[in-house]
């Protein structure tokens, strides 16, 4: 499950909106939206999400991959 907290951070320390994500991360609004509520991100959603928010890879493994590693 995704750190959706971390993420809306993320968006929002982006200045762009959910639009300008979507369409520049190739991923359908309502898609988007359900993936906010619970839904599991594919991998091709993380890379174009990585991308378009610029994240680092630390960032990225925070918010997708935020299982504890022991």
Same mark, same amino acid.
Not at 19 to 27: L, M, V
Not at 28 to 48: D, P, Q
């Given at each position: 499950? !995704?750190?959706?907290?971390? #993420?809306? &951070?993320?968006?929002?320390?982006?200045?762009?909106?959910?639009?300008? @994500?979507?369409?520049? +991360?190739? @991923? #359908?609004?309502?898609?988007?939206?359900?993936? #906010?509520?619970?839904? &599991?991100?594919? !991998?091709? &959603?993380?890379?174009?999400?990585?991308?378009?928010?610029? #994240? +680092?890879?630390?960032?990225?493994?925070? @918010?997708?991959?935020?299982?504890?590693?022991?």
């Amino acid at each position: 499950m !995704a750190d959706i907290k971390l #993420l809306k &951070e993320r968006i929002a320390d982006s200045g762009m909106t959910v639009k300008a @994500i979507c369409e520049k +991360s190739g @991923i #359908l609004r309502e898609t988007f939206y359900n993936r #906010l509520k619970g839904g &599991e991100f594919t !991998a091709s &959603e993380i890379v174009g999400l990585t991308k378009t928010l610029k #994240l +680092s890879r630390s960032d990225r493994d925070k @918010i997708f991959l935020n299982e504890k590693l022991n």
